[in-house]
C-alpha cells in the first residue's frame, strides 16, 4: 500500500483570482483513510484531481510511496499512478455493459481473458451486483450505478482510491448504508482512501484523519473526534456541526486558565489559548450540546441566568434559543423530557472543558 | 491485495518525454486548421494589396470606381435585400401558422421549409428557366396561348427572376429562427397582458412582436448572407441579363487573363458585407435570450383562427407550389422526355438517365468524384471537428478560444472567395496541387469546417468529463481513452454532423466552378456545364439524380437519428 506525501501544493486556475489550492502540505499514511471537508470552493476537489494527476500543480509535489508523482515541472499521466477514482455522478460508461464496465481496466492491463473473468466476478460480489454483469447502466438504479463504480475502481487492485463526493447522489437512507459499507471495504481491501466531501457528518462517520479545507488552504488535520472537540480555528468550529459564538472578555489570566466575562457578566473560568491576555474580547465557541439547562429549582450556584426566547420539538431533542441578561442569543439542545416553555426564566451550565476560546 | 501494479514513474523532464500521441493528434488537427483556412486567407490578403511593384491600394481603388465592380456590388446587395425581405414575408406568416395557430396540416407546412431548404437553387434556377425563359418556358407559353394574355408574359433572367428563386431557398432561415421564437414565448407573458386589459391585437403587437423581432432579423440576415453567396442562380439567372453580382464578376476575372488581385480585393470586400452581416446576426439573435430565459415547460398559447385558417393554409400550399411542386416536376418531366418541348406523352424515354450514368464518360465520373470528395470532406472535417472541439472543452491550452473562432471563420466566406484564396496560396506553393482533386477537397474540407466544429462540440457538450477521466484514472492511455469512450460516445452526434457536411458537398458548386478541371468535374459543375451547353434533358436527369443522393442521405440520418433518439445539429450558414 501507498503513503502520500504533498508538499507545498499550489494551484491556481487561469482567470480565477484567488489560487485554488495553496501552499498545502498533507500526509496520508498507507492504509489510512482520510477525508478532505469543506464549503464548496475550498479547493478540496482540486486536491483531489492534483493527486489523480487531471491537472499540474503550479508549484509544490506529490509523492506516492516516496516516489514523484506531480512537481511544478512534470507530471505522471493519471493512467500511470496506478489510483482508482469514483466520481460524484459515477461516470459509469453507458455504452458498455456492467461486466465490460468493470472488466475495462483490467483490459487496458492486458489481464488474460479468464483471469479478467474470474476478478470481474469477485469484485461484483464484494460490491453485490452479482447477476448484474449484462444490464447496461440505464437499467440499473442509482445506487447500484454506485455500486458499478466502486467496482470498476477496485479490480484493478488500486494503491489508493480516490472518493470524490461518491454519496452526494443517492438518497439519505441509501447514503447512510453505503457509508457504512464503504467503512468496511476500507477495512477489508486496506487500501489508502481519499475521500472528498462538504458533509461533517459523512467525514466524521468514515474517516481516521480529517482534513478540513478553507480558501485552499489546511485549516486543521486531525481525527475526527480532535477536529471537532478542539477545532484549531474559529473557521473549523463553525463548519463542525452545530455551534455558538458567545462574546466575552477575558478578566483575569492564571497559567493555562482565565476567567472570562460573558452575558454581560457572568463570570466562567475556562482553559485559555497561549496567546490570549487579560483585558482581551475573546469568541467562546459553545456546542449546543455542551449546555446543561435547568429550571429555576434546580439551578446551581454558578449558573448563568438566563430566558427561553423559542423552542422547537424536534422528536429526538428540544431546540431552544435562549436569552442572556444583555441580551445574546444562545442555542441549546436538550433531552426532550425536561421541557421549559418560552419566557421562563432558567439557568445554563456550561461544559468549560469542551469550549473552545477564539481571539 | 498484494499484487502491485506498475509504480509510478518519476515525472519527465523536458517537452522532448512529454511529447505524447495526444499532443501528436491535437497539433495535426492544429496544422490541419491553418492549412485550411488560416494560410488561404493569409495570401487572399496579400494577394490583394500586392502589384507588380510592390504594395499597392490600386486594386481596391479599381474595385470602387469602376462601374463593372461596383456595379456588380451594387447587385449582390440589392439581391442580398430583396432576398431578406421576400424571405421575412414568406418565412414569417408560415411560422407563425405552425406555431401560434390551429392551421391544418402542420407537418405538411414543416416538410415543405424543410425540402426548401435542402433543395440546391441552381436546380430551382435551371428548372424556373424552362418555366419562365422569355419565349420557351412553358409558363409563358401556357400564358400566351392559353389565356391569350401576352402582356403578362414575364422574364426569369431578371433580378425578380433572381430574387424569386432565391426566396424558395432561404424562406426557411426566417421560418426556423422565427418559429423556434414564437415557440419559447412563454403563453404567461401574453396572458399577463391580456389579464391587464390588452386585447389579442394590442397583445401581439406589444408583447409578442418585440420578443420575436430579434430572431425575425437574425433569419433576414442570414437569408440574406446565404442569397449573396449562391453562385449556380445568380450565373443561371444572371447572367443572360447581364446582371453581374459578386461571385459571377469574379469569377468572370479568371478568363484569360486572369485577374488575380482583382479577384482578391473583390473576394476580401465580399468577406466584408459577408462578415458584417453575421455580426449583425449573431447580436441580434444574442438579444434573444430573454425569450428562452423560461426554459423548458414553455407552452404557447395557440390563436383559434375560423375560416381564416384555411386561407392561411392556402398560402402555405402555394409555397409548397411555387417552391416543390413546379421545379420537381418540371425537371423529372425534361428529364424523360426526348426532346423538351414535343408532345409529352408520346416521347417518354429514360435514354438520358442512361446516358449521364453510363455512356457519357465525364458524368459518370463526375458523379463518382463528388460521392468521393463529399465522404473524404465529411470525414475529414468531422475528425478535426471532434479533435479542435475535445481541445477547446478539455484542455487549458492557450489560445484554444483562438482556435474555435478560427474554425468558424469560413462561415464569413462564400465558396467563390474561400476558392480565390485557395487559388492564390496554391498557385505558387511547393506541391502542385491546383487542377486535382486535392485542392477541391480542400475547399469542402475548409468550407465546412465549422459544421463539423459545431457538431462536435454540440456532441461533446454533452459527454461528462468524468467519464473519461475514469478511463484515464482505469489504466488508459488518451489515445485508448478517445478510441473506447469519446468517439463511441460522441458517435451519433459525429455521424450527423457527417450528413450535415456530405449533402452540401455532394451538391457544392460555388467554390467548384474555380478549381475544377475536366478531370477533376463535380456533379454540380457537371450540371452547370450541361447546361451552359444547352443540353436541357440530360442536365435534369443529372439534376433528379442528384436529388435522390440527397434523398437517401437524408432518410438515412432520419433513420440513424431516430435510432440515437437525438435530433441532429440544425445546419446554420453554410449552403452550396
Given at each position: 500500500?501507498?503513503?502520500?506525501?504533498?508538499?507545498?501544493?499550489?494551484?491556481?486556475?487561469?482567470?480565477?483570482?484567488?489560487?485554488?489550492?495553496?501552499?498545502?502540505?498533507?500526509?496520508?499514511?498507507?492504509?489510512?483513510?482520510?477525508?478532505?471537508?469543506?464549503?464548496?470552493?475550498?479547493?478540496?476537489?482540486?486536491?483531489?484531481?492534483?493527486?489523480?494527476?487531471?491537472?499540474?500543480?503550479?508549484?509544490?509535489?506529490?509523492r506516492?510511496?516516496?516516489?514523484?508523482?506531480?512537481s511544478?515541472?512534470?507530471?505522471?499521466?493519471?493512467?500511470?499512478r496506478g489510483?482508482?477514482?469514483?466520481?460524484?455522478?459515477?461516470?459509469?460508461?453507458?455504452?458498455?455493459t456492467?461486466?465490460?464496465?468493470?472488466?475495462?481496466?483490467?483490459?487496458?492491463?492486458?489481464?488474460?481473458?479468464?483471469?479478467?473473468?474470474?476478478?470481474?466476478?469477485?469484485?461484483?460480489?464484494?460490491v453485490?451486483?452479482?447477476?448484474?454483469?449484462?444490464r447496461?447502466p440505464?437499467?440499473?438504479?442509482?445506487?447500484?450505478?454506485?455500486?458499478?463504480?466502486?467496482?470498476?475502481?477496485?479490480?484493478?487492485?488500486?494503491?489508493?482510491?480516490?472518493?470524490?463526493?461518491?454519496?452526494?447522489?443517492?438518497?439519505?437512507?441509501?447514503?447512510?448504508?453505503?457509508?457504512?459499507?464503504?467503512?468496511?471495504?476500507?477495512?477489508?481491501?486496506?487500501?489508502?482512501?481519499?475521500?472528498?466531501?462538504?458533509?461533517?457528518?459523512?467525514?466524521?462517520?468514515?474517516?481516521d484523519?480529517?482534513?478540513?479545507?478553507?480558501e485552499?488552504t489546511?485549516?486543521?488535520?486531525?481525527?475526527?473526534?480532535?477536529?471537532?472537540?478542539?477545532?484549531?480555528?474559529?473557521?473549523?468550529?463553525?463548519?463542525?456541526?452545530?455551534v455558538?459564538?458567545?462574546?466575552?472578555?477575558?478578566?483575569?489570566?492564571?497559567?493555562?486558565?482565565g476567567?472570562?466575562?460573558?452575558?454581560?457578566?457572568?463570570?466562567l473560568?475556562?482553559?485559555?489559548?497561549?496567546?490570549?491576555?487579560?483585558?482581551?474580547?475573546?469568541?467562546?465557541?459553545?456546542?449546543?450540546?455542551?449546555?446543561?439547562?435547568?429550571g429555576?429549582?434546580?439551578?446551581?450556584?454558578?449558573?448563568?441566568?438566563?430566558?427561553?426566547?423559542?423552542?422547537?420539538?424536534?422528536?429526538?431533542?428540544?431546540?431552544?434559543q435562549?436569552?442572556?441578561?444583555?441580551?445574546?442569543?444562545?442555542?441549546?439542545?436538550?433531552?426532550?423530557?425536561?421541557?421549559?416553555?418560552?419566557?421562563?426564566?432558567v439557568?445554563?451550565t456550561?461544559?468549560?472543558?469542551?469550549?473552545?476560546?477564539?481571539? | 491485495?498484494?499484487?502491485?501494479?506498475?509504480?509510478?514513474?518519476p515525472?519527465?523532464?523536458?517537452?522532448?518525454?512529454?511529447?505524447?500521441?495526444?499532443?501528436?493528434?491535437?497539433?495535426?488537427?492544429?496544422?490541419?486548421?491553418?492549412v485550411?483556412?488560416?494560410?488561404?486567407?493569409?495570401?487572399?490578403?496579400?494577394?490583394?494589396?500586392?502589384?507588380?511593384?510592390?504594395?499597392?491600394?490600386?486594386?481596391?481603388?479599381?474595385?470602387?470606381?469602376?462601374?463593372?465592380?461596383?456595379q456588380?456590388?451594387?447587385?449582390?446587395?440589392?439581391?442580398?435585400?430583396?432576398?431578406?425581405?421576400?424571405?421575412?414575408?414568406?418565412?414569417?406568416?408560415?411560422?407563425?401558422?405552425?406555431?401560434?395557430?390551429?392551421?391544418?396540416?402542420?407537418?405538411?407546412?414543416?416538410?415543405t421549409?424543410?425540402?426548401?431548404?435542402l433543395?440546391?437553387?441552381?436546380?430551382?434556377?435551371?428548372?424556373?428557366?424552362?418555366?419562365?425563359?422569355?419565349n420557351?418556358?412553358?409558363?409563358?407559353?401556357?400564358?400566351?396561348?392559353?389565356?391569350?394574355?401576352?402582356?403578362?408574359?414575364?422574364?426569369?433572367?431578371?433580378?425578380?427572376?433572381?430574387?424569386?428563386?432565391?426566396?424558395?431557398?432561404?424562406?426557411?432561415?426566417?421560418?426556423?429562427?422565427?418559429?423556434?421564437?414564437?415557440?419559447?414565448?412563454?403563453?404567461?407573458?401574453?396572458?399577463?397582458?391580456?389579464?391587464?386589459?390588452?386585447?389579442?391585437?394590442?397583445?401581439?403587437?406589444?408583447?409578442?412582436?418585440?420578443?420575436?423581432?430579434?430572431?425575425?432579423?437574425?433569419?433576414?440576415?442570414?437569408?440574406?448572407?446565404?442569397?449573396?453567396?449562391?453562385?449556380?442562380?445568380?450565373?443561371?439567372?444572371?447572367?443572360?441579363?447581364?446582371?453581374?453580382?459578386?461571385?459571377?464578376?469574379?469569377?468572370?476575372?479568371?478568363?484569360?487573363?486572369?485577374?488575380?488581385?482583382?479577384?482578391?480585393?473583390?473576394?476580401?470586400?465580399?468577406v466584408?458585407?459577408?462578415?458584417?452581416?453575421?455580426?449583425?446576426?449573431?447580436?441580434?439573435?444574442?438579444k434573444?435570450?430573454?425569450?428562452?430565459?423560461?426554459?423548458?415547460?414553455?407552452?404557447?398559447?395557440?390563436?383559434?383562427l375560423?375560416?381564416?385558417?384555411?386561407?392561411?393554409?392556402?398560402?402555405?400550399?402555394?409555397?409548397?407550389?411555387?417552391?416543390?411542386?413546379?421545379?420537381?416536376?418540371?425537371?423529372?418531366?425534361?428529364?424523360v422526355?426526348?426532346?423538351?418541348?414535343?408532345?409529352?406523352?408520346?416521347?417518354?424515354?429514360?435514354?438520358?438517365?442512361?446516358?449521364?450514368?453510363?455512356?457519357?464518360?465525364?458524368?459518370?465520373r463526375?458523379?463518382?468524384?463528388?460521392?468521393?470528395l463529399?465522404?473524404?470532406?465529411?470525414?475529414?472535417?468531422?475528425?478535426?471537428?471532434?479533435?479542435?472541439?475535445?481541445?477547446?472543452?478539455?484542455?487549458?491550452t492557450?489560445?484554444?478560444?483562438?482556435?474555435?473562432?478560427?474554425?468558424?471563420?469560413?462561415?464569413?466566406?462564400?465558396g467563390?472567395?474561400?476558392?480565390?484564396a485557395?487559388?492564390?496560396?496554391?498557385?505558387?506553393?511547393?506541391?502542385?496541387?491546383y487542377?486535382?482533386?486535392?485542392?477541391?477537397?480542400?475547399?469542402?474540407?475548409?468550407?465546412?469546417?465549422?459544421?463539423?466544429?459545431?457538431?462536435?462540440?454540440?456532441?461533446?457538450?454533452?459527454?461528462?468529463?468524468?467519464?473519461?477521466?475514469?478511463?484515464?484514472?482505469s489504466?488508459?492511455?488518451?489515445?485508448?481513452?478517445?478510441?473506447?469512450?469519446?468517439?463511441?460516445?460522441m458517435?451519433?452526434?459525429?455521424?450527423?454532423?457527417?450528413?450535415?457536411?456530405?449533402?452540401?458537398?455532394?451538391?457544392?458548386?460555388?467554390?467548384?466552378?474555380?478549381?475544377?478541371?475536366?478531370?477533376?468535374?463535380?456533379?454540380?459543375?457537371a450540371?452547370?456545364?450541361?447546361?451552359?451547353n444547352?443540353?436541357?434533358?440530360?442536365v435534369?436527369?443529372?439534376a433528379?439524380v442528384?436529388?435522390?443522393?440527397?434523398?437517401?442521405?437524408?432518410?438515412?440520418?432520419?433513420?440513424?437519428g431516430?435510432?440515437?433518439?437525438?435530433?441532429?445539429?440544425?445546419?446554420?450558414?453554410?449552403?452550396?
Open positions: 500500500m501507498a503513503s502520500i506525501t504533498i508538499r507545498g501544493l499550489s494551484k491556481r486556475y487561469a482567470g480565477a483570482g484567488v489560487a485554488a489550492v495553496r501552499r498545502l502540505d498533507l500526509d496520508v499514511a498507507a492504509g489510512e483513510f482520510v477525508t478532505l471537508l469543506g464549503p464548496s470552493g475550498c479547493g478540496k476537489t482540486t486536491t483531489l484531481r492534483l493527486i489523480a494527476g487531471f491537472i499540474t500543480p503550479d508549484d509544490g509535489e506529490i506516492v510511496g516516496g516516489a514523484m508523482v506531480s511544478g515541472s512534470g507530471c505522471v499521466p493519471p493512467e500511470r489510483m482508482g477514482m469514483v466520481f460524484q455522478n459515477y461516470a459509469v460508461w453507458p455504452h458498455k456492467v461486466f465490460e464496465n468493470v472488466a475495462f481496466g483490467l483490459q487496458v492491463r492486458k489481464v488474460p481473458r479468464p483471469e479478467r473473468a474470474r476478478r470481474v466476478a469477485q469484485v461484483l460480489e464484494l453485490g451486483l452479482t447477476g448484474l454483469e449484462g447496461y440505464g437499467q440499473l438504479s442509482g445506487g447500484q450505478q454506485q455500486r458499478v463504480a466502486l467496482a470498476r475502481s477496485l479490480v484493478v487492485e488500486p494503491q489508493i482510491l480516490l472518493l470524490d463526493e461518491p454519496l452526494s447522489n443517492l438518497d439519505a437512507k441509501l447514503r447512510e448504508r453505503m457509508r457504512w459499507e464503504l467503512k468496511a471495504l476500507q477495512r477489508r481491501t486496506g487500501i489508502t482512501f481519499v475521500y472528498v466531501t462538504h458533509d461533517q457528518s459523512e467525514a466524521m462517520a468514515l474517516s484523519r480529517i482534513a478540513v479545507m478553507h485552499g489546511l485549516e486543521q488535520y486531525d481525527t475526527p473526534r480532535e477536529v471537532y472537540a478542539r477545532p484549531a480555528t474559529r473557521t473549523v468550529a463553525d463548519f463542525m456541526g452545530l455558538n459564538f458567545l462574546p466575552g472578555r477575558v478578566r483575569e489570566r492564571r497559567g493555562d486558565a476567567v472570562v466575562l460573558v452575558g454581560g457578566a457572568h463570570p473560568e475556562l482553559p485559555l489559548p497561549p496567546p490570549v491576555r487579560a483585558g482581551q474580547e475573546v469568541q467562546l465557541a459553545v456546542r449546543p450540546e455542551n449546555v446543561r439547562i435547568a429555576r429549582a434546580g439551578v446551581a450556584p454558578d449558573a448563568i441566568p438566563a430566558t427561553v426566547a423559542e423552542l422547537a420539538y424536534l422528536g429526538n431533542l428540544n431546540d431552544y435562549v436569552a442572556l441578561a444583555d441580551g445574546t442569543r444562545l442555542r441549546v439542545q436538550s433531552h426532550p423530557r425536561e421541557r421549559f416553555e418560552p419566557g421562563e426564566a439557568g445554563l456550561v461544559d468549560t472543558a469542551s469550549v473552545s476560546v477564539f481571539v | 491485495m498484494d499484487r502491485t501494479l506498475e509504480m509510478a514513474a515525472p519527465p523532464v523536458g517537452w522532448r518525454a512529454r511529447l505524447r500521441p495526444e499532443h501528436v493528434v491535437m497539433g495535426a488537427a492544429m496544422a490541419a486548421l491553418v485550411l483556412v488560416l494560410l488561404p486567407l493569409l495570401s487572399l490578403v496579400w494577394g490583394s494589396v500586392r502589384g507588380d511593384d510592390g504594395f499597392t491600394l490600386d486594386f481596391f481603388r479599381r474595385a470602387f470606381t469602376n462601374r463593372l465592380y461596383y456588380s456590388l451594387r447587385n449582390s446587395l440589392v439581391l442580398g435585400v430583396w432576398t431578406a425581405v421576400v424571405s421575412v414575408l414568406v418565412g414569417l406568416p408560415m411560422a407563425w401558422a405552425v406555431s401560434r395557430s390551429n392551421v391544418p396540416a402542420k407537418g405538411f407546412i414543416r416538410f421549409a424543410y425540402i426548401s431548404y433543395t440546391p437553387p441552381f436546380l430551382t434556377a435551371i428548372a424556373f428557366v424552362n418555366l419562365g425563359s422569355p420557351a418556358g412553358i409558363l409563358n407559353t401556357f400564358i400566351r396561348q392559353v389565356l391569350g394574355l401576352p402582356e403578362l408574359t414575364f422574364n426569369i433572367f431578371s433580378m425578380w427572376g433572381l430574387v424569386l428563386v432565391t426566396v424558395l431557398h432561404t424562406f426557411p432561415y426566417v421560418y426556423l429562427l422565427a418559429s423556434s421564437a414564437l415557440e419559447s414565448v412563454d403563453a404567461s407573458l401574453e396572458e399577463s397582458a391580456r389579464m391587464l386589459g390588452a386585447g389579442t391585437f394590442r397583445t401581439a403587437l406589444t408583447i409578442t412582436a418585440p420578443l420575436v423581432a430579434p430572431s425575425v432579423l437574425a433569419g433576414a440576415l442570414l437569408a440574406f448572407v446565404n442569397a449573396i453567396a449562391l453562385f449556380g442562380s445568380q450565373a443561371i439567372l444572371g447572367l443572360p441579363g447581364r446582371i453581374y453580382t459578386l461571385p459571377t464578376r469574379i469569377y468572370s476575372l479568371f478568363d484569360y487573363p486572369p485577374q488575380y488581385g482583382l479577384a482578391s480585393a473583390l473576394s476580401l470586400i465580399f466584408a458585407v459577408t462578415v458584417l452581416a453575421l455580426w449583425l446576426q449573431r447580436s441580434y439573435l444574442s434573444r435570450s430573454y425569450v428562452t430565459v423560461a426554459g423548458k415547460g414553455v407552452r404557447p398559447q395557440l390563436v383559434q375560423g375560416a381564416s385558417r384555411w386561407a392561411v393554409f392556402a398560402f402555405c400550399a402555394a409555397v409548397f407550389v411555387v417552391a416543390i411542386v413546379l421545379p420537381y416536376s418540371t425537371l423529372l418531366a425534361v428529364s422526355s426526348k426532346s423538351w418541348g414535343l408532345a409529352f406523352w408520346q416521347n417518354l424515354t429514360l435514354e438520358h438517365y442512361r446516358w449521364v450514368l453510363v455512356d457519357y464518360d465525364p458524368t459518370r463526375a458523379i463518382l468524384n463528388s460521392l468521393g463529399a465522404a473524404a470532406a465529411a470525414t475529414i472535417v468531422v475528425l478535426i471537428g471532434a479533435v479542435i472541439s475535445w481541445i477547446d472543452l478539455r484542455t487549458a492557450p489560445g484554444r478560444r483562438l482556435l474555435d473562432y478560427l474554425s468558424l471563420v469560413p462561415l464569413g466566406l462564400p467563390v472567395v474561400m476558392a480565390v485557395l487559388i492564390q496560396f496554391w498557385l505558387k506553393a511547393a506541391p502542385a496541387l487542377g486535382t482533386l486535392a485542392i477541391i477537397l480542400l475547399a469542402y474540407a475548409g468550407r465546412f469546417v465549422p459544421l463539423g466544429v459545431r457538431a462536435a462540440s454540440a456532441s461533446l457538450r454533452q459527454i461528462d468529463q468524468s467519464l473519461e477521466e475514469g478511463a484515464r484514472i489504466g488508459a492511455s488518451w489515445m485508448r481513452t478517445m478510441r473506447s469512450v469519446t468517439l463511441p460516445l458517435r451519433s452526434g459525429l455521424f450527423a454532423g457527417w450528413l450535415l457536411v456530405f449533402v452540401p458537398a455532394i451538391q457544392e458548386l460555388s467554390a467548384s466552378i474555380l478549381l475544377f478541371t475536366s478531370s477533376t468535374m463535380t456533379l454540380a459543375v450540371v452547370y456545364n450541361l447546361y451552359e444547352g443540353y436541357l434533358e440530360p435534369a436527369a443529372l433528379v442528384n436529388m435522390f443522393i440527397i434523398g437517401a442521405a437524408m432518410w438515412l440520418a432520419q433513420r440513424i431516430r435510432r440515437a433518439g437525438g435530433a441532429a445539429p440544425q445546419s446554420r450558414g453554410v449552403t452550396q
